[in-house]
């Protein structure tokens, strides 16, 4: 509850990015590992926005912004490769890769970074709105 | 010579009349005068200012796990006394001005 509601609304998008940027920085830094062929692969993270809705606001339709909601997991079977020379090999010379591709993870962290930015640029926006309405009338 | 009261003014169609506070038509003291309209936004004030110092204090230890909380909150904070301000100023304008008026 707040008479500048668009700060917090824009707030919520910052939080929503920060934590997808923060999923994608856990994807590449595990982009490389690699796990035995009889366990589980590295898994991609996924994380599932949501919007918020919010009862405070005129008019009551507009919501109060986004959350990450869930974290969803990739494929655990992850990429099967043939590396005999692996410690991690079984008899057969194979290992388990995460099942990600990196160009596709770095289109995302591209997609995050820009829609954080464009909420800092609403939150900019705002404020000055909110000033300019401020001094109607002032000095 | 009596000078007679200012009647209520009739003829102009469409014309509404102001609305009333509620507590002035019930009568006795107005509740919600100036002052505790003030200070009740002085409070709301203080409440976003502390919240931003709090957030400050963890930026300061290191407990701060998103930048823009703190900066969003310093922003609300801001703003909110820039409002209080303006809302004083505007306040203390009219005052001046009554005060001026010729009797």
Same mark, same amino acid.
């Given at each position: 509850?707040?008479i500048?509601p668009?700060?917090? /609304?824009? #707030?919520s #998008?910052? +939080? /929503?990015?920060r934590i997808?940027?923060? @999923?994608?920085a856990?994807?590449i830094a595990?982009?490389? /590992?690699?796990r035995p062929?009889?366990?589980?692969?590295?898994?991609?993270?996924?994380?599932?926005?949501?919007a918020?809705?919010s009862?405070?606001?005129?008019?009551?339709?507009?919501g109060?912004?986004?959350r @990450?909601a @869930?974290v969803?997991? #990739?494929?655990p079977?992850g990429?099967? +490769?043939y590396?005999?020379?692996h410690?991690?090999a079984?008899?057969q010379?194979?290992?388990?890769?995460p099942?990600m591709?990196l160009g596709?993870?770095?289109t995302?962290?591209?997609?995050a970074? +820009?829609a954080?930015?464009?909420?800092?640029a609403v939150?900019? +926006?705002?404020?000055d709105?909110?000033?300019q309405?401020?001094q109607?009338?002032?000095r | 010579?009596?000078?007679p009261g200012?009647g209520?003014?009739?003829?102009a169609?469409?014309a509404?009349p %102001? =609305?009333?506070?509620k507590? %002035?038509?019930?009568?006795g $003291?107005?509740? &919600?005068?100036?002052?505790?309209?003030v200070?009740?936004a002085l409070q &709301?004030l $203080?409440?976003?200012?502390?919240?931003?110092?709090?957030?400050?204090?963890k930026?300061a !230890?290191?407990? %701060?796990t998103?930048v823009h909380?703190?900066?969003i909150?310093a922003?609300?904070?801001a703003l909110?006394?820039?409002f !209080?301000?303006?809302v004083?100023?505007r =306040?203390?304008? =009219?005052?001046?001005?009554?005060m001026?008026?010729?009797i």
């Open positions: 509850m707040s500048f668009v700060l917090n /609304t824009s #707030g #998008g910052l +939080r /929503t990015f997808w940027m923060d @999923a994608i856990d994807n595990n982009i490389n /590992t690699v062929f009889d366990e589980e692969a590295f898994q991609a993270r996924f994380i599932v926005a949501q918020v809705r009862d405070h606001q005129n008019p009551p339709g507009v109060g912004g986004s @990450a @869930a969803l997991f #990739g494929d079977q990429r099967v +490769r590396e005999p020379g410690p991690y079984n008899e010379g194979l290992v388990r890769y099942d591709d596709d993870q770095m995302q962290l591209l997609m970074q +820009r954080y930015q464009l909420n800092l939150i900019d +926006r705002a404020r709105s909110y000033l309405a401020i109607i009338n002032g | 010579m009596a000078i200012i209520q003014l009739v003829g169609p469409g509404v %102001l =609305a009333r506070p507590q %002035l038509e019930a009568g $003291e107005p509740k &919600g005068d100036f002052g505790n309209i200070v009740n &709301g $203080e409440a976003v200012q502390d919240r931003a110092d709090g957030l400050a204090v930026a !230890t290191g407990d %701060l998103d909380d703190y900066t909150a922003t609300e904070a909110a006394t820039e !209080t301000v303006a004083r100023n =306040a203390v304008e =009219a005052f001046n001005e009554v001026r008026m010729q």
